[in-house]
Structures are given as structure tokens and as C-alpha cells.
């Protein structure tokens, strides 16, 4: 059965940093892509980064450029979100989930169950 | 960046009867499109991918439509499990993946 599993997330303070995990398990890590998408509190969905199955590729949202930095361990099967400079509108839910083995396939399957960040002093 | 918009934002049906779900695009996406359904508390699971394909699980009565700028979901016959919110996402052009602000299916 295809997994995810995240972890890391909690209470932190504006400015602060944060590391997310997503342990991966039941299909080839290195063959996909994957990425991170965010729900605050009561919203819709948002896409936050996306890295490829080698992790030479990386990609993110204008809004976290140069704070968030994800990356993975293929040899653990582990896909991780560095969160640095925290801002209060960054508190939200935060999933891993799966894309395709091709660029074209951007359909994103399965998901984790999330993991809440909250960013309050 | 390519926004997509769903209507409408709430649809109240009684169980039993089809639901029609709306999504577009800003500009066309071609059949590069991807349904998804999330209950309360749980993460979204996906439904539709490539505008009319079901993924692996999704029962027959869930079907998708459209292609370019225009797509439809399609519940036929609401089950009690199916009151959820729907997001529509679009894979045409990215990065980066965007998602509709989704319709909330409740109950008549």
C-alpha cells in the first residue's frame, strides 16, 4: 500500500524555523516527483513546492522563495520542507503528496494526513 | 499563473439526486485538469485526473467533462459519503499547480 506519512510540524514563533518530513513507503521514492501543499485554517488548498524524483529540480510558490527549501532523501525515502523565517500567514496545514513520474503527470496521489504548523508568539 | 474558479461555492442536494460541479480556467489547460474530494479533517483524495479519467477506487458515479477552459463533475446519485468539498487543480502549466477555491457539497 502507497504511504505518506508527515511529521515536524508544531508551535513556533514568527522568525522561526521549522523542519517537515514525509516518510514515504510502498512504491520507488526515487521514480517520483513530489511536492507540498498548504491549507490554512477554513481554506482552500495551495501549492507550495514540488521537487523531482532525482531532487535536481526544485520549485516553489513566490511566497515562500528563498525562506522554504525542500528536498529529499532518496536512500530513507523521505521528502523534506526546510521552513525558515516563518511569518504568521504561513500557519496552516501542511501535506505531502505524490505526483506522476512525468512532468505532464501533475495530478497529485496520494496524500499524507497533514501535519499543522502554527506560527504565533 | 493560471487561476481556476469554481462554482458554485456551496451546492446543497438531497441524497439521491446528481450533482453538477463547475470549474474554469483562465486560460485553456487542455484535458490537464485533476478533481479532488476532502472531507472534514482528512487530507484530499483524488477523484478525476486528465479531465475524465477515475482514478483507481472512485466509484462510477463520479464522472469529469470538458476540456480546455470548461470542466464539469458529475455526481449521479449523491451518497451520504459524497457530502465533502470538491477542488478542482490544473497540471497545464506549471509551476505553478493551481487549485480552484472549491465547492462545498452539503446536504439538502
Known amino acids: 500500500e502507497v504511504q505518506l506519512l508527515e511529521s515536524g510540524g508544531g508551535l513556533v514563533q514568527p522568525g522561526g524555523s521549522l523542519r517537515l518530513s514525509c516518510a514515504a513507503s510502498g512504491f520507488t521514492f526515487r521514480t517520483y516527483a513530489m511536492t507540498w501543499v498548504r491549507q490554512a485554517a477554513g481554506k482552500g488548498l495551495e501549492w507550495v513546492s514540488s521537487?523531482?524524483?532525482?531532487?535536481?529540480?526544485?520549485y516553489y510558490r513566490d511566497f515562500v522563495k528563498g525562506r522554504f527549501t525542500i528536498s529529499r532523501d532518496n536512500s530513507k525515502n523521505i521528502l523534506y520542507l526546510q521552513m525558515n523565517s516563518l511569518r504568521a500567514e504561513d500557519t496552516a496545514v501542511y501535506y505531502c503528496a505524490r505526483l506522476g513520474r512525468r512532468p505532464t503527470e501533475g495530478w497529485l496521489d496520494p496524500w499524507g494526513q497533514g501535519t499543522l504548523v502554527t506560527v504565533s508568539s | 499563473e493560471i487561476v481556476m474558479t469554481q462554482s458554485p461555492v456551496t451546492l446543497s442536494v438531497s441524497p439521491g439526486e446528481r450533482a453538477t460541479l463547475s470549474c474554469r480556467a483562465s486560460q485553456s489547460v487542455s484535458s490537464d485538469l485533476a478533481w479532488y474530494q476532502q472531507k472534514p479533517g482528512q487530507a484530499p483524495r483524488l477523484l478525476i485526473y486528465g479531465a475524465s479519467t477515475r482514478a483507481t477506487g472512485v466509484p462510477a458515479r463520479f464522472s469529469g467533462s470538458g476540456s480546455g477552459t470548461e470542466f464539469t463533475l458529475t455526481i449521479s446519485s449523491l451518497q451520504s459519503e459524497d457530502f465533502a468539498v470538491y477542488y478542482c487543480q490544473q497540471y497545464n502549466n506549471w509551476p505553478p499547480l493551481t487549485f480552484g477555491g472549491g465547492t462545498k457539497v452539503e446536504i439538502k
Open positions: 521537487i523531482s524524483g532525482s531532487g535536481i529540480s526544485t
